[in-house]
């Protein structure tokens, strides 16, 4: 079992910056994978960036440029630093790791973000 933390959410300017963490326990030493999804009101969740285990990275096209993920293996924790902000950025944020018994992976309890104009 894996349990994930998010937390650096809050309200934030039109230009400012966030930067959110994920923090992993329990059975830390099988995640393959962690990612950033979002779900804004009315919309389906959507993938924001991953990283994987051997460290390459995926953004998606609205928030390349802007947005950079990273991991810090000794603490088992994810961050998604998060620039250049725009009110469509606003939605709930959930941290996700993916597992080698658990493939279909694990979610936190999502942290808002809301961007204002």
């Known amino acids: 079992q894996v349990q994930l933390v998010e937390s650096g959410g809050g309200l934030v300017q039109a230009g400012g910056s966030l930067r959110l963490s994920c923090a992993a326990s329990?059975?830390?030493?099988?995640?393959?994978?962690m990612g950033w999804y979002r779900q804004a009101p009315g919309k389906q969740r959507e993938l924001v960036a991953t990283i994987r285990a051997g460290g390459s990275t995926n953004y998606a096209d609205s928030v390349k440029g802007r947005f950079t993920i990273s991991r810090d293996n000794a603490k088992n924790t994810a961050y998604l630093q998060m620039n250049s902000l725009k009110p469509e950025d606003t939605a709930v944020y959930y941290c996700?790791?993916?597992?080698?018994?658990?493939?279909?992976?694990?979610w936190g309890q999502g942290t808002q973000v809301t961007v204002s104009s």
């Open positions: 996700y790791a993916a597992t080698l018994q658990r493939p279909g992976g694990y």
């Open positions: 329990g059975s830390t030493f099988s995640i393959t994978a």
